[in-house]
């Protein structure tokens, strides 16, 4: 998902939502704080609406051909990086006066991986800030499905789960992913690197893709772009080819209703992906919008925010570290890529924040082939539907009105939890 904010001087806050998510991506509490915080800081009064959408792609058009005037956006990764090629962004500045620069939270891990998204020149941390990450697995019933089994994509291979899979819709995040894994050998034979290997869209690397998605594409149930995660908590499916925030999101509720859910990154290779704010051309208030921005790498603010959706924020440092250290939940693990030489073996959720040795395996995506690869995608899925996939869309249009009406008594149980485990620490 991606969002948009404006920063303008209304009377009231206005929320314009435009997603059918069952949850948003911020703690809409933080957006109100925000305005009473930057009042403080700068004496100046704000008021923020707040737009989502439902991809990437809708956001952009907005800016890039209705020179739409938010002031922040948030998109991912692969967004930044065609905003950058196409002179869409402001650059950052981070003098704030008497103000601290939280900015200087962003782990250097995030750090890092934008400095490999292609800017066409820019470097994309002078243009843009780490929100949100995460990686390309797959959450799976253990009732059903065994965690040896999740070892390797092939799973979604196994005629014993026909009609019990669901992939996510998401022909980028799944094509690197994938393009990762049946690389594995050349990778580790040091034949192939695997930052560039998502750059690769050739008419051969795609063919080899397809070939495996097409290898089971008769299992599939659904390809979803949000559903997924209540259809493996209903077990409607077994296993879904999904991102790690809603693993978290589908594990949490799962939890509730007494019902476990696990998820795993194959060992094979897989795809890591990042959401980040920036600042259009086109903004108008880019003040308020940089002090936005610095307001959410507030340490505090982004572990509401991880708590609220289920993703895992940008920000790290020793403060971030502490709050999700839980010895009696969790077994030691090494996460120091993200935390420092110090986190080499701590008690932490791996849907969150997976061990060193399988982050390694994952690459990030980039944008690139996006008609070849769309072309792939339509033809993989086809217009023929198949009846498993007919059944479980009626399912889920009778489950939309019930998924509205329970939304809001999610929300609130997800601020139980976040109060009860600050409670804990």
Avoid at 300 to 306: F, G, H, Q, T, V
Avoid at 313 to 326: F, K, N
Avoid at 361 to 368: E, F, I, L, S, T
Avoid at 377 to 400: E, F, H, M, P, Q
């Amino acid at each position: 998902m991606s969002a948009g904010i404006y920063i303008e001087d209304y009377t009231d806050l206005v929320h314009e939502l435009g997603t059918s998510s069952v949850y948003d991506y911020i703690d809409e509490d933080l957006i109100v704080e925000f305005e009473e915080w930057y009042e403080e800081q700068t004496g100046e009064p704000v008021k923020i609406i707040y737009q989502t959408f439902d991809i990437n792609e809708t956001m952009l058009s907005k800016i890039e051909l209705g020179h739409e005037d938010y002031d922040v956006v948030c998109p991912s990764d692969y967004i930044i990086e065609r905003m950058l090629a196409n002179d869409l962004l402001l650059p950052l500045e981070r003098d704030f006066g008497e103000t601290p620069d939280y900015i200087g939270n962003v782990a250097p891990y995030i750090v890092e991986k934008f400095n490999q998204i292609e800017g066409n020149g820019k470097n994309a941390n002078d243009y843009s800030v780490g929100y949100m990450w995460g990686t390309v697995g797959l959450i799976y019933n253990p009732k059903y499905i065994s965690d040896s089994e999740v070892k390797d994509w092939d799973v979604l291979k196994n005629p014993a789960y026909a009609g019990k899979v669901l992939m996510k819709d998401a022909f980028r995040d799944v094509y690197t992913a994938l393009l990762i894994a049946l690389n594995k050998e050349a990778i580790d034979a040091g034949e192939k690197d695997i930052r560039t290997l998502p750059f690769d869209t050739s008419e051969e690397s795609i063919k080899l893709v397809e070939d495996y998605l097409n290898s089971f594409k008769e299992s599939v149930c659904g390809w979803e772009a949000d559903f997924g995660k209540e259809q493996m908590t209903k077990e409607l499916a077994w296993i879904n080819l999904s991102w790690s925030g809603d693993a978290q999101w589908a594990i949490d509720e799962a939890a509730d209703i007494g019902m476990e859910l696990r998820y795993a990154i194959p060992q094979t290779g897989s795809a890591v992906w990042f959401d980040g704010w920036v600042i259009p051309k086109y903004a108008k208030n880019i003040k308020a919008a940089r002090y936005f921005i610095n307001f959410m790498c507030k340490p505090e603010n982004a572990l509401r925010n991880m708590d609220m959706t289920g993703y895992v924020s940008a920000i790290g440092g020793e403060e971030i570290l502490q709050s999700m250290t839980d010895p009696e939940e969790f077994d030691p693990i090494d996460v120091s890529y993200f935390f420092g030489p110090q986190a080499d073996s701590v008690c932490i959720n791996q849907v969150m924040y997976p061990e060193k040795n399988i982050i390694e395996r994952c690459a990030m995506m980039h944008d690139r082939g996006t008609e070849e690869l769309l072309k792939m995608w339509s033809r993989v899925k086809g217009d023929n539907a198949s009846a498993w996939t007919y059944i479980l869309i009626c399912l889920v249009l009778g489950g939309l009105v019930a998924a509205v009406i329970i939304k809001y008594v999610r929300k609130a149980r997800r601020k139980k939890r976040y109060s009860r485990k600050r409670r804990r620490k």
